[in-house]
């Protein structure tokens, strides 16, 4: 293991939401992405509201039957800013930064990922983020966050 290298991808994205930070910032939260999220899937471990806040935690489903694990590592809603930190044991860790700023009717949400493989492996999985892949990442979340603040519904396939 002290040959390892780890392979590290960043990407930054800004999307356009269609209302005002206010309420789009309580949708970045495990519990209320089911409202909009299609597949969405969460464990919550800890949380003493139920929703996220400062150090909330919970694991989310990989398709190898494993669990993500997530803490939340900024919270501050007054300033429209929150932050993740998910690590896929063995795999990837990553870091995601979010910060929100009103764009008249509108916000835009400015989002950071970086992606840290953990093995020889996670970084096989690490070079597959490439940043055609997450421009197609962040354009499906917006759609979708931007369905659900326009109807009050979560998207469905082919909508």
């Known amino acids: 293991m002290a040959d390892f290298e780890a392979k590290r991808v960043t990407h930054e994205y800004v999307q356009t939401n269609a209302a005002g930070p206010e309420h789009v910032f309580p949708l970045l939260c495990p519990v ?3 409202e909009w999220v299609p597949g969405w899937e969460y464990r919550m471990i800890y949380s003493q509201s139920g929703v996220a806040e400062m150090n909330c935690v ?3 489903p990989n398709p190898d039957g494993s669990e993500s694990f997530w803490v939340v590592t900024e919270y501050d809603p ?3 800013r929150i932050g993740f930190c998910w690590i896929h044991p063995g795999m990837v860790a990553t870091q995601i930064s979010i910060f929100l700023e009103p764009d008249g009717s509108q916000t835009k949400t400015k989002i950071r990922y970086v992606y840290t493989g953990l093995s020889a492996a996670g970084n096989t ?3 597959g983020f490439d940043r055609d892949w997450f421009v197609e990442k962040m354009k499906n979340w917006e759609v979708a966050i931007n369905h659900y603040l326009r109807t009050k519904r979560r998207i469905e396939t082919g909508e």
Do not use: D, K, W
């Open 78 to 80: 007054a300033s429209f």
């Open 125 to 127: 999985e690490v070079a």
């Open 58 to 60: 919970f694991t989310t």
């Open 32 to 34: 209320r992405e089911a």
